[in-house]
T-cell receptor, first 112, second 113 residues
Framework: DAGVIQSPRHEVTEMGQEVTLRCKPI?????LFWYRQTMMRGLELLIY????????DSGMPEDRFSAKMPNASFSTLKIQPSEPRDSAVYFC??????????FGPGTRLTVT | DQQVKQNSPSLSVQEGRISILNCDYT??????FLWYKKYPAEGPTFLIS?????DKNEDGRFTVFLNKSAKHLSLHIVPSQPGDSAVYFC????????????FGKGTKLSVKP
């Protein structure tokens, strides 16, 4: 299995632009998670889906952030408009009815 | 309010010696704990876990100890190898909840040859 796939690996954008991060979970996994990692706050859960349904989005920082999972093999995290404080590494993870989550390589986002 | 704390941001150990990484938690409802390892430019990878009904779990060179009364867990690596150099994250969960893993901020381990 290829593992969790994220794209792009790096994204540099200007403040105010829309950013879309993409994730393909491991085939057969029924849960998908979006995390953000910063020096100040560490690894924070933003939102997670179970069977493509959002279960907990309490970690989404603002309305500028939105996430979708249209099918079992694809999810997006969108930031619109982006701000410099959104600069971070964003991870997607998936799991299969267990607590061990498998992480993708991350997307490093820089907003200037 | 940090529910999972890794108070040592970094640790340096000589190759062949023991590495001990510590983690404290505040929520007594946590009943499952995990350790993840992260190399630069990669995502965290699952290393070892322990349920609150146990006080020790061992997997090769890696052993996790849980002290529920102290709300403390530790990861022991024996013997340490240069390839173990990475950031180690402690994580905890409540009630077997699949969704909500609470992570510590990580400890950077450097194993010197």
């Amino acid at each position: 299995d290829a593992g969790v796939i994220q794209s792009p690996r790096h994204e540099v954008t200007e403040m105010g632009q829309e950013v879309t991060l993409r994730c393909k979970p491991i085939s057969g996994h029924n849960s998908l998670f979006w995390y953000r990692q910063t020096m100040m706050r560490g690894l924070e859960l933003l939102i997670y889906f179970n069977n493509n349904v959002p279960i907990d989005d309490s970690g989404m920082p603002e309305d500028r952030f939105s996430a979708k999972m249209p099918n079992a093999s694809f999810s997006t995290l969108k930031i619109q408009p982006s701000e410099p404080r959104d600069s971070a590494v964003y991870f997607c993870a998936s799991s299969n009815r267990g607590l061990e989550q498998y992480f993708g390589p991350g997307t490093r986002l820089t907003v200037t | 309010d940090q529910q999972v704390k890794q108070n040592s941001p970094s640790l340096s150990v000589q190759e062949g010696r023991i590495s001990i990484l510590n983690c404290d938690y505040t929520n007594s409802m946590f009943d499952y704990f995990l350790w993840y390892k992260k190399y630069p430019a990669e995502g965290p990878t699952f290393l070892i876990s322990i349920s609150s009904i146990k006080d020790k779990n061992e997997d090769g060179r890696f052993t996790v100890f849980l002290n529920k009364s102290a709300k403390h867990l530790s990861l022991h690596i024996v013997p340490s190898q240069p390839g173990d150099s990475a950031v180690y994250f402690c994580a905890a969960s409540v009630g077997g909840s699949q969704g909500n893993l609470i992570f510590g901020k990580g400890t950077k381990l450097s194993v010197k040859p």
